[in-house]
């Protein structure tokens, strides 16, 4: 029978043959791997051979939601994508706010399965009457926001469009999916904009009504109301100050990257782009993904550069870290100005100023001259020098081409000492957590699937003070003690997998919805039993899944590493503490029932059913 | 004396303390009080030389007293004072 909060059913595109099918979501799939990431990964792994061409066309770019996405529950409506990486060649995932999802969810699917390459530019258009495979035409070459309207403008305001800029299109390895136009909101890491730009597809354009049904509506509504007043209280900095309130204070304890991770302090610069300076100088509004309270999206007045006189997107707190920085650019009005242009071309903001901060360091090394670069003068705090290799990224020109393949290759080019300041883990350049600051983060990068994220884990926030108090374990008080680390961050990793599966957003941790809300709202929505141990016990067994792909995939301990500038280079005037990532990896993979270089155990496997 | 209130990621702090009335007259006062009270989340509030952190958002009467500088405002009978724990990226 199937669970209710699911549609059942699955769409299949293929754009080789430009056929478009449905096929039964299996309940007992959905029970065991949710949605969203969990479906993905499930789909990823039995479909995609781990030596697939991730820009080839037996790659999967995989759409889905989860049980609650399409209801009124708090946070909820969020997507998660899943593909092959072609920027790390392992299991990748990105996920996604804005109001794609909701709408996707609304049109009567739970996923969507895109396959094959087409042979000319297409965009797919999906309601509820079906799905039609459109010749993309004109729209091929724009950039995201132009896409986004123009297709809105077709389809009407309820429509909502996920596409590609000219980074996609050009299959830029760190080029990301965007959707809801200038209040953008990014598919962004692990090169997701590659995978769709490889299948020539340049947007998917959504607009469904239907609302899935619900087991007991009345529960729901009932615990929404419980969590109202602590979802607005709780959260209330986000909404004033964005995801970059935390900005002086992530400097105070030498969390954010400053100057491709090599400098300590930078208290001055972290004041000027903090998400207090923004509020008092350039914000002029915010904005919500579906179903959220929050409000973290930032809107700016531009006064300056190729935007002047505009309103354009407010820089959020990763993107204040890897373009502001980790580049020694302390100008808020410039920050801003990349963001702009990376959402515009398409390109993520973390890995573009990750690999643009390699560069920099790479320049005042001496292994690369102006001359390599085309006159682009990439000296640290150059803001106009990384707004024109922005542009050589996104479109592949002179040493942008380089760069466009990210960190890795980037620094496997360049030879030599390059590899001790490549930052990067499993290719995936990190997001601005430093895990010398941080014992959780250290482990949580090592370890998480995708690659350096502090997603996976989201430990950062709760690692001193803040709790949550129904994770089933004691509050770490210490941010460098070992004590309790490992365990706390496979706990989170596992809770993660399941935020990533229902789609709902971290930041309700925050306003209370925590373990037990969110499994309460899981069963009140499908009319299933799940208790805590069950709901870790599912994320557990989604966390392992992604993990066989990448052993598939050739990954085991040795790519658990930290790179040299996290785990062996202290970290400039700031603290000495390095994390002893071999000892934690080992009590890692103990605890998690893996083997000593990192695979799972058969019996792991029986254990979790996969 | 004032009103106040501790967000709940916080509360762990304060032995699940969500709401209490504290002595002082203006909101570094009061803080410091609370400081003294609870000495863990005296970690939270303080930096090591004592001065207030930016590790948690303090409003007075709803608004932030690092950005409006009214770490030293006088705070009366009806005031409320919330802290929550400031989030550091997404």
């Not at chain 1, 939601?65 to 593909?83: C, E, K, M, Q, W």
């Not at chain 1, 739970?110 to 509820?128: C, H, N, T, W, Y």
């Not at chain 1, 003690?481 to 706990?491: A, D, M, P, Q, T």
């Not at chain 1, 000892?583 to 998690?592: D, F, T």
Request: aromatic share 8%.
């Amino acid at each position: 029978m199937k669970a209710k909060g699911y549609w059942g059913r699955i769409l299949r595109v293929d754009l080789s043959r430009k056929k478009a099918t449905e096929q039964p979501l299996d309940d007992r799939v959905a029970s065991a791997f949710i949605g969203g990431s969990g479906l993905g990964a499930r789909i990823l792994f039995d479909e995609v051979p781990p030596e697939a061409d991730p820009l080839g066309p037996d790659n999967l770019l995989i759409f889905a939601v989860g049980p609650l996405t399409g209801t009124r529950i708090y946070n909820s409506n969020r997507f998660d994508v899943v593909a092959k990486s072609p920027l790390t060649g392992i299991f990748a995932e990105a996920n996604s706010g804005g109001f794609w999802g909701e709408t996707f969810k609304k049109c009567g699917y739970d996923a969507l399965i895109i396959q094959g390459i087409s042979k000319r530019p297409v965009f797919l258009s999906i309601d509820e009457k079906g799905t039609r495979i459109e010749e993309a035409g004109e729209l091929w070459g724009k950039e995201t926001f132009e896409v986004e309207r123009l297709l809105r403008e077709k389809y009407g305001q309820n429509a909502q469009a996920a596409v590609i800029g000219p980074a996609g299109e050009r299959m830029v390895r760190i080029a990301n999916i965007t959707t809801d136009g200038k209040h953008a909101r990014a598919i962004g890491r692990c090169g997701m904009g590659a995978v769709m730009g490889s299948k020539k597809l340049k947007a998917i354009v959504v607009n469904g009504n239907k609302e899935p049904e619900i087991a007991y509506p009345e529960k729901v509504q009932e615990l929404m109301r419980a969590l109202a007043a602590t979802m607005k209280e709780g959260t209330v900095g986000l909404k004033q100050y964005g995801t970059s309130g935390g900005m002086e204070y992530c400097e105070e304890i030498g969390n954010i990257p400053v100057k491709n991770w090599y400098q300590g302090p930078w208290p001055e610069g972290a004041k000027k782009i903090s998400g207090r300076t923004m509020a008092a100088s350039i914000l002029t509004n915010r904005y919500h993904c579906g179903r959220c309270v929050i409000n973290c999206g930032r809107v700016v007045k531009s006064v300056e550069g190729p935007y002047k006189g505009l309103e354009i997107g407010g820089p959020e707190y990763e993107t204040l870290g890897l373009l502001g920085s980790n580049l020694l650019i302390d100008d808020l009005q410039a920050v801003a100005t990349l963001n702009e242009l990376c959402n515009r071309y398409g390109l993520d903001t973390i890995s573009t100023g990750g690999v643009i901060g390699f560069a920099m360091e790479a320049y005042e090394r001496g292994l690369v001259s102006t001359k390599d670069m085309d006159g682009i003068d990439l000296r640290w705090g150059n803001a106009k020098a990384a707004q024109e290799m922005i542009e050589a990224i996104a479109f592949r020109k002179g040493f942008g081409e380089v760069l466009g393949g990210g960190v890795k290759r980037a620094a496997e080019q360049l030879g030599g000492v390059a590899a001790e300041f490549a930052v990067h883990v499993k290719g995936l350049e990190p997001p601005a957590h430093d895990p010398r600051a941080k014992v959780t983060v250290a482990i949580g990068f090592a370890t998480s699937n995708r690659g350096a994220c502090h997603l996976q884990g989201f430990t950062h926030d709760f690692e001193e003070g803040a709790f949550i108090a129904d994770l089933g374990l004691p509050q770490l008080k210490d941010r460098f003690s070992l004590e309790g680390k490992v365990e706390n961050v496979i706990r989170m990793q596992h809770l993660m997998c399941m935020f990533d599966s229902l789609t709902c957003c971290k930041f309700g941790l925050f306003g209370g919805l925590t373990v037990q809300p969110l499994t309460r709202f899981l069963n009140h929505v499908t009319g299933w039993d799940f208790d805590a141990d069950r709901f870790f016990k599912t994320g557990e067994r989604m966390f392992n899944l992604k993990r066989l792909y990448n052993v598939r995939a050739g990954i085991s301990r040795k790519d658990d590493m930290l790179p040299p500038r996290m785990a062996i280079h202290k970290r400039g005037g700031g603290t000495n503490f390095l994390p002893p990532i071999n000892s934690l990896l080992n009590e890692y993979y103990r605890l998690r029932g893996w083997d000593e270089f990192g695979i799972p155990t058969p019996e792991k496997c029986r254990e979790l059913g996969i | 004396m004032a009103k106040v209130l501790i967000g709940s990621p916080l509360q762990i702090l304060t032995g699940n303390v969500a709401e209490l009335e504290v002595r002082g007259a203006t909101v570094d006062e009061v803080i410091g009080e609370l400081a003294q009270k609870y000495p863990d989340l005296k970690k939270k509030l303080l930096t090591p030389d004592g001065t207030l952190s930016y590790s948690v958002l303090i409003y007075l009467d709803s608004k932030d007293i690092k950005s409006a500088g009214r770490e030293k405002a006088p705070v009366g009978e009806s005031s409320v004072i919330k802290i929550f724990p400031v989030v550091g990226g997404g």
